[in-house]
């Protein structure tokens, strides 16, 4: 199984695939663990400067210890992968890119995201999904 992860300073976005497919999507909250043996690849969206003034860059040392956290937890388990921003989705706007993560999915995979009752997260776990996609896409190469 390919774990893929947008790490967040509360909660992160993830994505496990099997077999090329779409198997879980969610949030992985503070108190949540992947502990899973089967994991082969865990791929991970790392933290970016963002030097147009977006958001505060204070909360970009919050953001880079979670995603630490969470791939210190994970490293004996597979191979991390490490993708930035900028190499996955470009500057493609975010409502843009999440109408393109999900035109990616089957309607079963579809079905299989469990999105956030806050729609003030749901990106994390189409980011999860979509660097999932950029991953996979470039392993069936």
Do not use: C
Not at 8 to 31: C, I, P, S, T
Not at 39 to 46: F, Y
Not at 60 to 66: E, Q
């Amino acid at each position: 199984m390919i774990l893929s992860l947008d790490p967040g300073v509360h909660v992160a976005g993830f994505a496990l695939w099997h077999n090329y497919r779409l198997f879980q999507a969610g949030l992985l909250r503070d108190e949540e663990k992947i502990t899973n043996q089967e994991l082969t690849e865990i791929v991970v969206e790392l933290p970016q400067v963002y030097r147009r003034g977006k958001g505060d860059s204070n909360d970009l040392i919050a953001l880079a210890f979670a995603a630490g956290l969470i791939v210190g937890e994970l490293r004996g388990y597979a191979k991390i992968i490490k993708y930035s921003p900028a190499t996955w989705k470009g500057q493609v706007p975010k409502t843009i890119m999440i109408e393109r993560i999900k035109q990616g999915l089957s309607d079963k995979e579809h079905d299989r995201v469990n999105l956030p009752t806050a729609k003030s997260l749901a990106h994390n776990v189409w980011d999860a999904v979509g660097i999932g996609l950029y991953h996979l896409r470039g392993v069936r190469r």
